[in-house]
């Protein structure tokens, strides 16, 4: 969640490890007093609890049971997974969820209530377990129709397509639902870099592939901006910068923008989800 007023007060973690990863935090995050003045705080890689040393997270791992997040795998592409966790169900994995998230999310209001929220975690898998990438939380039921609440992925994990992979699933979901949705604002500047870049590249190609099954039908189709929302899923608003009003239509001018999201798109070859393995449905 976002709010106007929330805490941006100084970063008062030095360090956490996390699993085989040792990260700088951003931000401030309400932890515990007594663990901010430590050099480093120790966090259980699978149900994220905090300790304050060392020996602490080995009595704990000795103790702990779980190999990856708790909750339902709903989607599984070896090696990667997504777990949907229910705020209400599995408070206490929620809430140390949200206060590690904090650690890299500024203008963020931390709602210890977690119940109104389900959370997807990424989570990819080795012979040790399912190690957490990243995850994205949604508003159970959300007036403004928002599909993402917050999103994010590690730092070790960032700039490798895991965040354009979080936000395809949300938008996969949204299309089960047969709903749009858009992500809650305001967006950081990371996530407004990352969701420009998925509209546009979502956008272009839908375009393109429409137009070569009119091409192949030898006949001149039209596509209107409510049948792109509902074909991807993303709200109107989300893409309508993308066209040029022209003669009180839109029409699809095929910007710089348009281009370069193409080519980059193209030139990565990146891990895509493929829905024919989500097992997922709606709960009311
Ligand atoms: N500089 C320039 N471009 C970037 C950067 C960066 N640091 N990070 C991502 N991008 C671009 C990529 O180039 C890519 O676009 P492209 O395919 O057109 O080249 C696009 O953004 C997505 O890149 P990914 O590698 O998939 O993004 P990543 O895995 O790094 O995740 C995320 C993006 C989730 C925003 C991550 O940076 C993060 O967790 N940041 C901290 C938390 C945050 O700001 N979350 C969003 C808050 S808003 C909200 O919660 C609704
Ligand atoms: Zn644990």
Not at 104 to 111: S, V
Not at 251 to 257: F, H, L, Q
Request: charge should be positive.
């Amino acid at each position: 969640g976002h709010s106007e007023d929330s805490l941006t007060r100084i970063r008062n973690i030095e360090m956490i490890e996390l699993g085989r990863h040792r990260i700088q935090p951003w931000y401030f995050s309400p932890y515990p007093q007594q663990l901010t003045v430590l050099p480093c705080i120790y966090i259980c890689e699978f149900c994220l609890k905090c300790v304050s040393s060392q020996t602490c997270l080995q009595r704990h791992m000795s103790k702990c049971l779980l190999k990856h997040p708790p909750g339902n795998e709903i989607y599984r592409s070896h090696p990667l997974s997504f777990f949907e966790i229910d705020g209400r169900k599995n408070k206490a994995y929620a809430q140390n969820l949200c206060l590690l998230a904090k650690l890299f999310l500024d203008h963020k209001t931390l709602y210890y209530d977690t119940d109104p929220f389900l959370f997807y975690v990424l989570a990819e898998r080795d012979e040790r377990g399912f190690h957490i990438v990243g995850y994205f939380s949604k508003e159970k039921e959300s007036a403004d129709e928002y599909n993402v609440a917050c999103i994010l992925v590690l730092p070790p994990y960032q700039k490798m397509g895991y965040g354009r992979l979080l936000i395809e699933f949300s938008y996969e979901l949204s299309k089960i639902e047969r709903k749009t949705g858009s992500p809650e604002k305001p967006l950081s500047d990371l996530g407004l870099l990352s969701y420009r870049s998925f509209w546009s590249q979502t956008i272009i190609e839908k375009l393109i592939s429409f137009k070569e099954e009119s091409l192949q039908l030898g006949e001149e189709k039209q596509i209107s901006v409510n049948d792109l929302s509902e074909i991807t899923s993303i709200r109107k608003e989300d893409h309508l910068n993308l066209y040029k009003y022209y003669r009180g239509q839109h029409v699809i001018v095929i910007t710089d923008e348009l281009k370069d999201a193409y080519r980059r798109m193209l030139s990565k070859c990146r891990t895509r989800i493929d829905p024919s393995k989500l097992r997922w449905t709606p709960k009311d």
